[in-house]
């Protein structure tokens, strides 16, 4: 099939919202709620949306060093349970309730490494399953982190070891990273190193 040659380059960015009629709550979990909802359509007609209330996470790059070419950073090895199998991640955990932002990575950088940071960087906001969930990614930065002793949560299990960004770069092309949030946050790390460096 041809691509009609008159497509344009970028988007107009007409209004396609759909609007809010009613909702029903259909699961509520310990810290995720599903819901399907009724909507009016651009042209009018309704539809259905089913979709994830998530409170938002963050994700944090934790690097060993604080001058340009210090380029290691802290990583996890963790089993999911969902998809049944074992990943490498960055350090990252859920939003709690009336918890700022920073204060979450500064707890899941803590809890689940045992690295401690004074310096932090907001570095973007990830939107990863907008098709079924409201859930945010906040990728902040850390550097010359410290080494205090973890204090995991009951029931976690994973391991830390450290991995250079280049390095994580190519496992990535390899296709042995293949979280979404850890492969997006490398990838703009290393692409974008005149922001955060």
Known sequence: MAVPSDLPTLPTFTDLTEHHLETEQVVEGKFIRMHTDRVRLPD?????REY???PGAVVIAAFLGNS?????LVFEHQYRYPVGKHFIELPAGKIDAGEAQLETARR????ETGYVSETWQHALTMHPTIGYANEHIELYIAKDVKYVGQQRDEGEFLEVFTMSLSDAV??????EITDTKTAFSLLWLD?????WM
């Open 44 to 48: 009018g007609s309704e539809s259905h």
């Open 52 to 54: 994830v209330l998530h």
């Open 68 to 72: 340009v070419d210090a380029e290691t």
């Open 108 to 111: 899941e950088l803590l809890e």
């Open 170 to 175: 190519e496992r990535i092309g390899r296709g």
């Open 191 to 195: 692409r974008f190193r005149d922001r």
